[in-house]
């Protein structure tokens, strides 16, 4: 990564929401933070790398409403059920399909195998296809399309 993509790198974090932001390729990491009340980028000193978690457990609880909103509230998802949370790897934007006039690759319902490729983050004009690392079903999407995620940022619920 030369001077040139890192400081377009400290332009577009300014102009976007994101606190933090960071860059891994082979032995080479770039970490950037923002100061969100003054605007201010600033270069962190690298942390200890460790591999990306994709699914976590997750407590649910049933609302203490009526029986009629719970099941809308809570999106369908049972209080007792077996959740695990698929989250973004990287830092980007969030896409649910792989162009606008197509199809998205999984929407609530579906079952999907460990590998199936699930959504797409866009990072530095590059397109990463983001793979479960989970079998199951997804009950709830938890991002919108086309809006920006950090890393580690729940995607999905899915029971398994």
């Given at each position: 990564m030369n001077f040139k993509e890192i400081k377009e790198l400290v332009g577009l974090l300014k102009e976007s929401n994101l606190a933090e932001f960071i860059y891994k390729k082979d032995d080479f990491e770039l970490k950037i933070k923002t100061d969100k009340f003054t605007g201010k980028?600033?270069?962190?000193?690298?942390?200890?790398?460790a591999a990306p978690v994709a699914a976590v457990p997750v407590q649910t609880s049933a609302p203490a409403q009526s029986t009629d909103n719970a099941a809308e509230d809570s999106g369908g998802v049972s209080s007792n059920a077996n959740l695990l949370e698929v989250k973004s790897p990287i830092v980007g934007t969030f896409y649910r399909s792989p162009g606008p006039d197509k199809d998205v690759f999984v929407k609530v319902g579906d079952s999907?195998?460990?590998?199936?490729?699930?959504?797409?983050?866009?990072?530095?004009k590059l397109f990463n296809e983001i793979e479960s690392e989970i079998a199951g079903k997804i009950v709830k999407v938890l991002v919108d399309d086309a809006t920006p995620v950090e890393y580690d940022q729940p995607l999905f619920l899915v029971e398994v």
């Amino acid at each position: 990564m030369n001077f040139k993509e890192i400081k377009e790198l400290v332009g577009l974090l300014k102009e976007s929401n994101l606190a933090e932001f960071i860059y891994k390729k082979d032995d080479f990491e770039l970490k950037i933070k923002t100061d969100k009340f003054t605007g201010k980028v600033r270069a962190a000193p690298a942390l200890p790398t460790a591999a990306p978690v994709a699914a976590v457990p997750v407590q649910t609880s049933a609302p203490a409403q009526s029986t009629d909103n719970a099941a809308e509230d809570s999106g369908g998802v049972s209080s007792n059920a077996n959740l695990l949370e698929v989250k973004s790897p990287i830092v980007g934007t969030f896409y649910r399909s792989p162009g606008p006039d197509k199809d998205v690759f999984v929407k609530v319902g579906d079952s999907i195998e460990e590998g199936s490729v699930v959504c797409i983050v866009e990072a530095m004009k590059l397109f990463n296809e983001i793979e479960s690392e989970i079998a199951g079903k997804i009950v709830k999407v938890l991002v919108d399309d086309a809006t920006p995620v950090e890393y580690d940022q729940p995607l999905f619920l899915v029971e398994v």
